[in-house]
T-cell receptor
């Protein structure tokens, strides 16, 4: 598509429920990233996918968080047993260049999924 | 441990004047710096970047300055326009390492 699409744009859930957030990156972009922004915080790295390589999961805050990327395209971020501190805007980004470095750091972000855990 | 700091959460500037957004970092391994701009309900968009081998990079009304000894960079917008009103994020990366973002500065350009 023309840009990075994320759904849902807004999600309100009760504490303890599971949620799934979806990201559809730009067609042909091999690298996909998930970040989140909590209130008053910067963008916090969560996970990174590059092609068929094992994902870099070093930013996932707990084992309640997981993500997959099917067919090198669409990605789903799953949060199990949601907690109130999970409330944040979850941002997906893609890049045509993988890895980390000057060109790869120019990411195209989606509009985000705002998650509110009551 | 906030390695990239934007100490001013907000800034208000009159249209036509210069906007200066500041960013400080602590990791001396950072060698590439970027500014992203974010409008409400949209994702951040890349604005301008600078490599540590330079001390200045200019793109139209936007100039980024890097002071490595002070571990400080700034974004200058001249002249400021109402459409520049947004949240600006500073970001940095070390070689083969992920981007680290600051907390953002909300710029309001007034008429």
């Amino acid at each position: 598509g023309a840009g990075v699409s994320q759904s849902p744009s807004n999600k309100v859930t009760e504490k303890g429920k599971d949620v799934e957030l979806r990201c559809d990156p730009i067609s042909g972009h091999t690298a996909l990233y998930w970040y989140r922004q909590s209130l008053g915080q910067g963008l916090e790295f969560l996970i990174y996918f590059q092609g068929n390589s094992a994902p870099d999961k070093s930013g996932l805050p707990s084992d309640r968080f997981s993500a997959e990327r099917t067919g090198g395209s669409v990605s789903t971020l799953t949060i199990q047993r949601t907690q109130q501190e999970d409330s944040a805007v979850y941002l997906c980004a893609s890049s045509s260049i993988g890895g980390w470095g000057p060109g790869a750091n120019v990411l195209t972000f989606g509009a985000g999924s705002r998650l509110t855990v009551l | 441990d906030q390695q990239v700091k934007q100490n001013s959460p907000s800034l208000s500037v009159q249209e036509g004047r210069i906007s200066i957004l500041n960013c400080d970092y602590t990791n001396s391994m950072f060698d590439y710096f970027l500014w992203y701009k974010k409008y409400p309900a949209e994702g951040p968009t890349f604005l301008i970047s600078i490599s540590s081998i330079k001390d200045k990079n200019e793109d139209g009304r936007f100039t980024v300055f890097l002071n490595k000894s002070a571990k400080h960079l700034s974004l200058h917008i001249v002249p400021s326009q109402p459409g520049d009103s947004a949240v600006y994020f500073c970001a940095a990366s070390a070689p083969a390492s992920k981007l680290t973002f600051g907390t953002g500065t909300r710029l309001q350009v007034t008429l």
